[in-house]
């Protein structure tokens, strides 16, 4: 079975509801653009890349059923641009969805013609999205090997990865993960290690099943556990994670954890690196200070959703149920995102190639624009 996060054909949009996996892979349709922000904002589909293309697909399918309001340029474009800023108010934190909109906005404020020609330009660039992403993940996955191979030889390696950004995030293949794919793909990997990813847990959900999936040597452990893996495999070389943004000077806001684990790199000397593809790469940010970082809301810190094992260990799926796991009572912060600061960043890799620090210091990650 191929893992698809997203399945669209012209008219026909569906999403693997990520909320019930692992348990249970089930499509649902998304057919309008409330559709397409209702599953962003509950994370039925998440992941930077996954958001913008459902949102942008999603549009895609309304217009293709909408008769009115679009019959003239100008109708057609307000229709669009109205509906496109929506969707990008359904999660801050990731700039592919706000990238997307910027570009899917232009191309409709520069399409004269007739109403139906900005609809089919819009229609054809949202669809070019989906397909762009999975071969930029894959070049993403050529240059990360590339790198690997110029820093550690030929030898086997591991490498610590957290959140989800495999083929679940993403129109396919994934980005860190898609390093991962690439790097065992080569023969190069001795193991992955996947943080758990709390409090959503898309490490233990999400990358564990995509690994076992793929029969990739893995193994969970929980966010706690990280310096101590470093400090007692001195195989794992490099921790490789995804971006939401990356600012101009290469900070990088990505799942919580991600700042913590830039820090233990340093101090173990393991590499610490970003995968991401241009479209996660923010010009108009200036550093990590200027990111929005969502935050949600306290139920996801103090329960968890889940199949209920039976007495004999099996795993009944007919019966999920949402426990409590906190002090009733108690307060509670849910930063989704983190920021991991430039200066612990070893390289960011993207579709394009691969960005270091100068003698300064600094990435200069206008070159890929
Ligand atoms: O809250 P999520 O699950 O949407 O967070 C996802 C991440 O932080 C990923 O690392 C990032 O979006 C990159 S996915 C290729």
Same mark, same amino acid.
């Given at each position: 079975m191929?893992? #698809?996060? *997203?399945?669209?054909?012209? @008219?026909?949009?569906?999403?693997?509801?990520?909320?019930?996996?692992?348990? #249970?892979?089930?499509y649902?349709?998304?057919?309008?653009s409330?559709?397409?922000?209702?599953?962003?904002?509950?994370?039925?589909?998440?992941?930077?890349?996954a958001?913008?293309?459902?949102?942008?697909?999603?549009?895609?399918?309304?217009?293709?059923?909408?008769?009115?309001?679009?019959?003239?340029?100008?109708?057609?474009?307000? $229709?669009?641009?109205?509906?496109?800023?929506?969707?990008?108010?359904?999660?801050?934190?990731?700039?592919?969805?706000?990238?997307?909109?910027?570009?899917?906005?232009?191309?409709?404020?520069?399409?004269?013609?007739?109403?139906?020609? +900005?609809?089919?330009a819009?229609?054809?660039?949202?669809?070019?999205?989906?397909?762009?992403?999975?071969?930029?993940?894959?070049?993403?996955? #050529?240059?990360?090997v590339?790198?690997?191979e110029?820093?550690?030889?030929?030898?086997? $390696?591991?490498i610590?990865?957290?959140?989800?950004?495999?083929?679940?995030?993403?129109?396919?293949? @994934?980005?860190?993960?898609g390093?991962?794919?690439?790097?065992?793909?080569?023969?190069?990997?001795?193991?992955?290690?996947?943080?758990?990813?709390?409090p959503?847990?898309?490490g233990s959900?999400?990358?564990?099943?995509?690994? +076992?999936?793929?029969?990739?040597?893995?193994?969970l452990?929980?966010?706690?556990?990280?310096?101590?893996?470093?400090?007692?495999?001195?195989?794992?070389?490099?921790?490789?994670?995804?971006a939401?943004?990356?600012?101009r000077?290469?900070?990088?806001?990505?799942?919580?954890?991600?700042?913590?684990?830039?820090? +233990?790199?340093?101090?173990?000397?393991?590499?610490?690196?970003?995968?991401?593809?241009?479209?996660?790469?923010?010009?108009?940010?200036?550093?990590?200070?200027?990111?929005?970082?969502?935050?949600?809301?306290?139920?996801?810190? +103090?329960?968890?959703? @889940?199949?209920?094992?039976d007495?004999?260990?099996?795993?009944?799926?007919? #019966?999920?149920?949402?426990?409590?796991?906190?002090?009733?009572? *108690?307060?509670?912060w849910?930063?989704?995102?983190?920021?991991?600061?430039?200066?612990? *960043?070893?390289?960011? *890799?993207?579709?394009?190639g691969?960005?270091?620090?100068?003698?300064?210091?600094?990435?200069?990650?206008?070159k890929? $624009?």
């Open positions: 191929v893992l #698809e996060a *997203i399945r669209y054909t012209p @008219g026909n949009l569906e999403i693997l509801d990520q909320l019930r996996l692992p348990h #249970e892979s089930v649902i349709k998304v057919r309008t409330e559709d397409a922000y209702h599953a962003i904002r509950t994370m039925t589909v998440r992941g930077a890349p958001i913008a293309i459902v949102a942008a697909l999603a549009l895609a399918v309304e217009l293709t059923y909408t008769e009115t309001n679009i019959e003239s340029v100008a109708s057609a474009r307000d $229709f669009i641009l109205e509906k496109l800023r929506y969707l990008v108010t359904s999660r801050p934190t990731a700039v592919n969805l706000s990238d997307a909109a910027r570009k899917l906005e232009k191309l409709a404020s520069e399409t004269e013609g007739s109403g139906k020609a +900005v609809v089919d819009y229609i054809n660039a949202a669809e070019k999205m989906l397909v762009d992403d999975v071969s930029d993940n894959t070049s993403i996955g #050529e240059n990360g590339a790198w690997a110029k820093n550690f030889g030929t030898e086997k $390696f591991s610590l990865t957290i959140c989800n950004t495999g083929s679940l995030a993403t129109a396919g293949y @994934g980005t860190a993960l390093i991962i794919r690439s790097v065992h793909a080569k023969h190069l990997l001795e193991h992955a290690y996947a943080l758990e990813t709390r959503y847990n898309q959900r999400l990358t564990a099943y995509e690994l +076992v999936h793929d029969n990739i040597p893995a193994t452990i929980t966010d706690s556990m990280a310096s101590v893996l470093l400090k007692t495999h001195p195989e794992i070389r490099m921790i490789v994670v995804g939401d943004r990356v600012a000077n290469g900070d990088t806001a990505n799942k919580i954890g991600t700042y913590q684990l830039s820090i +233990v790199a340093r101090y173990h000397g393991v590499k610490f690196v970003v995968a991401a593809p241009t479209t996660s790469i923010d010009m108009l940010t200036a550093s990590g200070e200027d990111i929005v970082i969502e935050e949600r809301k306290p139920e996801e810190l +103090v329960t968890m959703r @889940g199949p209920v094992v007495f004999d260990g099996q795993v009944n799926k007919n #019966e999920v149920r949402t426990v409590h796991i906190a002090a009733p009572g *108690i307060g509670v849910n930063p989704a995102f983190d920021v991991a600061p430039a200066n612990l *960043i070893d390289a960011i *890799i993207t579709e394009k691969v960005a270091e620090k100068d003698s300064n210091g600094e990435f200069h990650l206008a890929f $624009f």
